[in-house]
């Protein structure tokens, strides 16, 4: 009762904000695609207007592995990003699965109730992260001399920003663009990113080397002052993209390409078309990118309200905890290899924690496939059509395929990490996950468009 009653009042916090109408009827594939293309421009603008009334944005500049995750610019009305409403989802999202909130997601009522108390959370976390950041004055060199109004103004901001990245992201996944404004803006920032690493043609220091790698060797080499070693490797130790980066980068997209596509088969038989052998693929990375998705946001706010806690707790102890929560390169295991150490353990461990309980929050454990199965009509050869034999027989496919392909795309987001690909290791996991979900996405518009009756065997 209790938990019921919470999800009403966060609900009735949710309905304060505009919402979009679900469309009437489908959009075509067209208006979507431009839809979604307007929505990235509109997240652009946010991600490039500076708030009025502050000084600085470097000293609340956040790493790249935050900024990609939950989708951020230090200093403009994106500097909440999707924190907030990723934060929120993830909150009851965990709340639901444990049983400690009592909801029926199954249910439209159910759904409906549960998007409407994200977004109200996803308010409430809004105006206290933006509260944190005016009050940890990150955005003034001397925070004490500045007017109350000032500080008022850049909160009311930062909330307004939060706030409009919400209801973009709540547009698009009601069926006006494609996929979700979450996975759009986390695309957008990875590409950001990647792509100033390759071509700034600027330093990102006073009096510092070029940041951007071709303009950079272009430069170096019209001087005569190229140095290989050093655009190989040795810049890495500055956090400037290097070769070596580059070369993991398109290495780390193909094997991502691969594994994204590959499938494992289970052999099982159509009983209603007269026992129709054929085979039920399972995805090879079986839950996605969620793993590091989720333990990304987990240590992002983490650093984040430890970022605005520091003056309270001391640098000195903030810095320390950071240092164990900072993805590691090289140069971090030849320098401090203990700290490397820990975060790569930390990491792996969250990730697989984390794969196993969305495997069990978003249905796709044994027992869920297996009632799935029966409900369509399909068998496991030799095996009889019961719930809790066909739930066994998963689960020696299901579980250890969590398992496994937790570690591979916490593996790979680290080896990224390590050797300083562009967009950090986690942002190519995410850019190259959410792609092949636009592809699938466009495949499966574009098929239901040319064959209109495949919408009732599909139930479109």
């Known amino acids: 009762m209790l938990g019921l009653s919470l999800i009403e009042i966060l609900a009735k916090i949710g309905q304060i904000i505009p919402s979009a109408p679900r469309p009437i009827k489908r959009v075509s594939i067209g208006k979507r695609l431009v839809f979604t293309v307007l929505v990235a421009i509109a997240y652009i ?24 995750i939950l989708a951020m610019q230090s200093g403009t009305f994106a500097q909440l990003g999707i924190g907030p409403i990723v934060t929120a989802g993830l909150i009851l999202q965990i709340l639901v699965g444990a049983k400690i909130l009592n909801i029926d997601l199954n249910d ?24 944190g950041f005016v009050v940890s004055g990150v955005y003034w060199y001397t925070p004490q001399v500045v007017s109350a109004w000032i500080k008022i103004a850049v909160t009311l901001q930062l909330i307004w920003g939060g706030i409009l990245i919400i209801m973009l992201d709540e547009a698009v996944q009601k069926g006006w663009g494609m996929g ?43 001087n005569g002052a190229l140095d290989f070693w050093h655009v190989f490797i040795t810049r890495l130790a500055r956090g400037y993209p290097t070769i070596v980066g580059l070369a993991t980068s398109i290495i780390l997209i193909i094997i991502l390409s691969y594994l994204n596509a590959a499938r494992i088969n289970i052999p099982i038989v159509i ?16 839950v996605t990118n969620i793993p590091v998705l989720l333990t990304g946001i987990l240590i992002s706010d983490i650093i984040l309200f430890l970022n605005l806690l520091q003056n309270r707790i001391g640098v000195e102890v903030a810095n320390k905890i950071r240092s164990y929560l900072t993805p590691p390169t090289m140069y971090h295991f030849i320098y401090s290899p203990w700290t490397s150490i820990t975060y790569v353990i930390i ?11 969305w495997v069990e929050i978003a249905g796709l454990n044994p027992e869920a496939q297996a009632e799935n199965l029966i ?7 030799g095996m009889r059509r019961n719930p809790k034999i066909l739930a066994s027989y998963l689960t020696r496919y299901i579980y250890p395929l969590t398992v496994f392909s937790s570690i591979v795309v916490a593996a790979i987001s680290l080896v990224g990490d390590i050797f300083g690909s562009y967009g950090t290791g986690t942002g190519i996991l995410l850019a190259v996950g959410i792609l092949f979900n636009y ?19 599909v139930g479109g």
């Not at 603008?45 to 990609?68: E, F």
């Not at 109730?113 to 933006?130: D, Y």
């Not at 303009?215 to 080499?221: E, N």
């Not at 078309?273 to 079986?286: A, E, F, S």
């Open 347 to 357: 990491f792996l461990v969250l990730c697989i924690l984390f794969g196993l309980l």
């Open 180 to 222: 979700s404004g979450i996975s759009l803006f986390i695309l957008i920032g990875v590409a950001w990113r990647f792509f100033s690493e390759l071509l700034t043609p600027y330093s990102v220091e006073s009096g510092g080397e070029i940041y951007g790698l071709i303009p950079y060797i272009i430069v170096m080499a019209r």
């Open 439 to 457: 592809y699938q996405m466009l495949l499966y518009e574009r098929t239901i468009e040319m064959y209109p009756m495949l919408k009732r065997l």
């Open 45 to 68: 603008i946010l991600a490039s207007t500076k708030l009025y009334g502050i000084q600085t944005a470097g000293r609340g500049a956040l790493s790249p592995v935050i900024s990609i």
């Open 108 to 131: 439209p009522e159910g759904r409906q109730k549960f998007t409407l108390a994200s977004k109200g959370l996803g308010i409430i976390l809004a105006i206290i992260e933006a509260t």
């Open 271 to 286: 009983s209603r078309y007269g026992g129709i052998k054929t085979k039920v693929p399972l995805q090879l990375l079986y």
């Open 375 to 381: 409900n369509a009509g399909l068998d496991i050869p």
